[in-house]
């Protein structure tokens, strides 16, 4: 008797010794080595970046030549002065624009750069005695008697950071220099709205993300012409001869990219990294028929029938229509026989002269005027990067394009749109990266993708300091590096669906596994505690 109980109780120690074991060891070690790997993640910054409100910072200069201002003005010059100003894209999202001006008297040097023949002139020699630093804008306040300006002129805006304002008769009737000042403001505003941010153009770089009023058609329509916000773009060239058999067509591509299109590249380089290459494709095909008018002698093509001559290759043409013309919706001729597709690309046709003498050999060899062709290609890719021409005031005279194609102030309305269009793509993309990783607990968040995140946290994050600061190119280089992050977290292919599975589909895999060894061992357990609830009766039946 005595030895069947201690038979009977070294088999409880035992089932309690193994229950122990899996449930104190075994299961914690299956949980810890089954869990999805989650690294850390800065969940409160992030959630910040929903809240963000972003402010542009812009330093202003004015410089007042000699004869503008009085000496008893002068003696309360230099003075620096601030105005903010608020603008709301839509209810949850404020912009401020701050503008940070500084008045000045002009040096010696700059009075000798004023006294040139010509305002291009003067232009060029301010820009060589000092280079304004990006984003911002200095304004030269000259006489109403200076003959750097046409008389139906009062600012000239010129390749640079530099704008030239007349100072008006009837400015100078104020007696102190905050009247004065008082005078000028409306228009350095108008200078402003022209060289530097406006609210058009970042309404238009958040136009994808942001609900905007359906009376602002012009944000909306430059929106949608623009290229999206890339770290590179990839440029090619296409010569489509329909008919090799009659024309042997020769460019110098090479030379005229050189020529027209590289010195803008160049100057975009701090904007975004760019290929080039060109092809020439032969017998190609219309995608549309066009229409003959008999008082032209010509083929036309209207605006309606252009967008079914593009496809996600290129367009095109076929031998028979030539010549053939685009006619614009009032039915008119576009001088230059060319139109663009929105974020795609743009198409010229060039006519040939289709009437050879007899004795014409064929296939004939015909050189193609690059320059007529690259300007076209020029103006359709200033339109495509999104360097838009603003409507001037009256007044204005704004130089035309140098040999570069876009102004310093072009390139600073470009730097600042993209800047705020990057901040605002990479804040989506974390923050959706951010509530998918929460929402889904399986997926496995890898160090990679921490570090990713990380970073594009920590690079917006200077972006919009930067932009607040006023150090645009800072911005724009912060700004795309947090794009680059954002990106490669969000499209990591550790975060496939198929490399992680729901809590039901690992017990279902396990169960079966862990079933068999745990029955026992339950029902073990389950007849120690009946014996010991049996026993604990008999002791009170013997009590009582």
């Not at 750097?148 to 030239?164: E, F, H, M, N, S």
């Not at 809590?503 to 061992?521: E, G, N, R, S, T």
Request: aromatic residues 8%; proline residues 6%; charged residues 20%.
């Amino acid at each position: 008797m005595a030895t069947t109980e201690v038979e009977r109780r070294r088999g409880q120690l035992a089932a309690l010794s193994i229950a122990v074991v899996v449930i104190v060891v075994g299961v914690p070690l299956w949980w810890k080595t089954t869990e999805t790997y989650r690294a850390w993640l800065p969940v409160s910054q992030i959630n910040e970046l929903s809240n963000l409100q972003l402010q542009l910072s812009a330093d202003v200069e004015v410089v007042f030549a000699r004869g503008t201002v009085t000496p008893e003005q002068q003696k309360k010059v230099p003075l620096t002065r601030t105005q903010d100003e608020e603008h709301s894209v839509d209810e949850d999202t404020a912009l401020r624009y701050r503008y940070e001006t500084r008045y000045r008297t002009a040096t010696i040097m700059e009075e000798d750069a004023l006294d040139q023949p010509t305002a291009a002139e003067a232009d060029l020699s301010l820009h060589t005695l000092s280079e304004s630093p990006c984003g911002s804008l200095v304004v030269y306040v000259i006489p109403e008697s200076s003959s750097l300006l046409p008389q139906d002129v009062d600012v000239y805006i010129g390749q640079r950071r530099t704008a030239l304002l007349r100072i008006g008769g009837q400015i100078r009737v104020g007696k102190t220099l905050d009247l004065l000042l008082a005078h000028l403001e409306p228009r350095i505003k108008q200078v402003l709205q022209v060289m530097s941010f406006s609210h058009t153009d970042i309404t238009a770089a958040l136009s994808d993300r942001v609900r905007l009023s359906p009376g602002n058609k012009e944000s909306i329509a430059d929106s949608m012409r623009t290229f999206k916000s890339s770290p590179g773009y990839e440029i090619t060239f296409s010569l489509l001869n329909p008919d090799p058999k009659s024309h042997r067509l020769h460019w110098d591509i090479e030379g005229a990219v050189q020529t027209y299109i590289q010195p803008l590249l160049t100057k975009l380089a701090s904007v975004a990294n760019f290929s080039i290459d060109s092809q020439t494709l032969y017998y190609a095909m219309l995608g549309v028929n066009p229409r003959f008018d008999s008082s032209l002698g010509a083929y036309t093509l209207s605006p309606d029938s252009l967008a079914h001559m593009i496809n996600p290759v290129e367009a095109r043409l076929d031998a028979q229509h030539s010549p053939l013309h685009i006619h614009d919706s009032k039915k008119q001729e576009v001088p230059t026989n060319a139109f663009h597709s929105p974020r795609w690309g743009g198409i010229m046709v060039y006519n040939v002269d289709g009437f050879y003498g007899p004795e014409a050999v064929f296939p004939v060899d015909l050189n193609i005027n690059m320059a007529k062709v690259m300007g076209v290609f020029l103006a359709q890719l200033r339109l495509l990067l999104g360097v838009q021409s603003p409507n001037a005031p009256s007044g204005f005279l704004v130089a035309p394009c140098s040999r570069t194609g876009l102004a310093d102030w072009e390139l600073d309305r470009l730097m600042w749109s993209r800047s705020v269009e990057n901040v605002a793509t990479a804040t989506t993309t974390i923050t959706s990266l951010a509530q998918l990783l929460d929402q889904i607990g399986n997926i496995v968040i890898n160090d990679n993708i921490a570090e990713q995140v990380s970073s594009a946290v920590t690079s917006l994050q200077l972006a919009v300091a930067e932009l607040e600061a006023g150090n645009l190119r800072f911005a724009l280089q912060y700004s795309k590096e947090a794009i680059l992050a954002s990106e490669r977290a969000f499209f990591d292919p550790s975060l496939l669906h198929l490399l992680y599975f729901p809590d039901d589909q690992k017990f279902a895999i396990y169960i079966p596994l862990f079933l068999p060894m745990c029955v026992p061992i339950l029902l073990s357990l389950l007849k120690i505690v009946s014996d010991a609830r049996q026993k604990r009766r008999e002791k009170q039946a013997k009590k009582d």
